[in-house]
């Protein structure tokens, strides 16, 4: 099981940017990058939905309401992985989930998740 921590969370007003980070802490540096990396978000009262992939050489997947607005990445020696999102929406609010699968297993592991409000 991945240990998966996120951080960077907060309150944005519409037009603005945040990144949001997640880090791996306790898995080792092989078996991060055998690993999908992702976000994942969930509104109120909506299922969680795909935000944005990454795979460990750096392929990109990214939902349609995100594209052009958000950007993933990761760093694999650092075992984390970023969301910079701009041009942050009213509808980007939600509780933002940390993702790592297994292709191999397909086993997934979860972050508590970060909230991002985007507000005036």
């Known amino acids: 099981q991945v240990l998966l921590v996120e951080s960077g969370g907060g309150v944005v007003q519409p037009g603005g940017s945040l990144r949001i980070s997640c880090a791996a802490p306790?898995?080792?540096?092989?078996?991060?990058?055998?690993?999908?990396m992702g976000w994942y978000r969930q509104a109120p009262g909506k299922q969680r939905e795909l935000v944005a992939t990454v795979t460990s050489s750096g392929s990109t997947n990214y939902a349609d309401s995100v594209k052009g607005r958000f950007t993933i990445s990761r760093d694999n020696s650092r075992k984390k992985i970023y969301l910079q999102m701009n041009s942050l929406k009213d509808e980007d609010t939600a509780v933002y989930y940390c993702n790592a699968l297994d292709e191999l297993t397909m086993s997934s592991d979860w972050g508590q998740g970060t909230q991002v409000t985007v507000g005036s």
């Open positions: 306790r898995t080792i540096f092989s078996v991060f990058t055998q690993k999908i």
